[in-house]
Structures are given as structure tokens and as C-alpha cells.
């Protein structure tokens, strides 16, 4: 079994990872189980890639384990692209509902064809000898005008798919057919040419 350590201080995106990594044969290791822990790491890239890679060359450095780190976002289409990284501190507070406050307000009066989005996940993987990849997934769906659901995490509740809201789906469901799946299917397969 490969073993990983998972670059998260985040315990809902940490239990998501672990929850599609295990079934996978990986052998999840935690910022938490690491003697000295992992400091949490200044998100300044201008890319999800970038933020990635930064988390999970971190994470590296502290463990000496091979590192897998997600930066993730939702892109809406009529706000360009926002908040997108800036998705967990789009209103300023690092809240939730706060978050998903401003992007319906953002977004008020504007008809379901023009609220498009996608949750995009990329996952870093950074090995002790400098080897590093990333891998893009992405889920597409529109922004309800208000919240579903009290499932999931981030803007979970307004975000729907062909699948259902992701605030309605259990973490199974969610799982597979989520952003951060489709970017693990992707991580699995690249994996294999480092390993």
C-alpha cells in the first residue's frame, strides 16, 4: 500500500480525499499524525495548480511522504470566472453562509441559463526527490437561487448538477461524480507513470 500524506487542514476536504483515496489502496497519512504537524501554507498563487503545488510541497518538506494536496473553487460564468480561488474567503469572513450570501446577491435576477458554474478541483502531488504533478477535474452545474440540502460543505446547497444539488446528495453520491473524483480518477491514472 502507497502511502500519502494529504495536505488539508480543511477536516471536511481532508474526510472527502480520505473517503475516495482509501477504497483506491493509499494509505492516508494527516498534517495531525506528522510529529511538528504541517503549518498551513499562504494560498498566493494566482491558480489552483499553484495552490495546490505550494500545499503539497509543504507537506512534503515536513513528512518526507510523498504529498497530495486539492485546491479547489467554484467558477460562475457571469461573475467571470469568481470567486473561483478566491472561493473559501469570496466574502472576506472564511464563512460559508457568508459566502453563499454574496453569491446569491451577486447573481440576483438573473435567469437559469445564465447561472452556470463548475466546481473545479486540482490535485498536486509532490514526491521527496522533486518529482511533482498536477491534475484538473471539474463538475458542471448552475447556481439554484437558493440553498438545497443541508449536505456537503462551501457552496454545496446552491450548486446543482445533472446528478441533483450537491447539498441534497449523500457524501457517496457526491463522491462519485464530483470534481474532486473526476481529479482523483485523473491523479490515479497519472500516478501511474511515477510509481
Known amino acids: 500500500m502507497d502511502k500519502f500524506i494529504v495536505a488539508s487542514h480543511n477536516k471536511k476536504k481532508l474526510n472527502e480525499l480520505t473517503r475516495i483515496l482509501k477504497p483506491m489502496g493509499f494509505d492516508v497519512v494527516c498534517p495531525t499524525d506528522i510529529e511538528g504537524g504541517v503549518p498551513d501554507v499562504e494560498e498566493n ?47 472576506g469572513t472564511g464563512n460559508d453562509d457568508d459566502n453563499n450570501e ?4 451577486n447573481l440576483k435576477g438573473l435567469p437559469k441559463e445564465k447561472r452556470t458554474a463548475r466546481f473545479i478541483s ?30 456537503g460543505f462551501g457552496y454545496d446547497p446552491l450548486f446543482m448538477t445533472e446528478f441533483g ?31
Request: with cysteine.
Open 45 to 91: 498563487g494566482t491558480t489552483f495548480e499553484e495552490n495546490a503545488l505550494l500545499k503539497a510541497r509543504s507537506a512534503c518538506k515536513c513528512s518526507g511522504l510523498p504529498a497530495v494536496a486539492d485546491d479547489s473553487g467554484l467558477c460562475v460564468d457571469a461573475l467571470d470566472g469568481a470567486p473561483g480561488i478566491y472561493s473559501a474567503r469570496y466574502a
Open 102 to 105: 454574496l453569491l446569491l446577491k
Open 122 to 151: 486540482c490535485i498536486a502531488c509532490v514526491f521527496p526527490d522533486g518529482r511533482e504533478f498536477t491534475v484538473r477535474g471539474a463538475c458542471e452545474g448552475y447556481i439554484l437561487k437558493e440553498p438545497q440540502g443541508n449536505g
Open 165 to 195: 444539488c450537491f447539498g441534497t446528495l449523500t457524501p457517496e453520491e457526491k463522491d462519485k461524480v464530483s470534481h474532486r473524483h473526476n481529479a482523483i480518477v485523473a491523479f490515479k491514472e497519472e500516478l501511474k507513470n511515477y510509481i
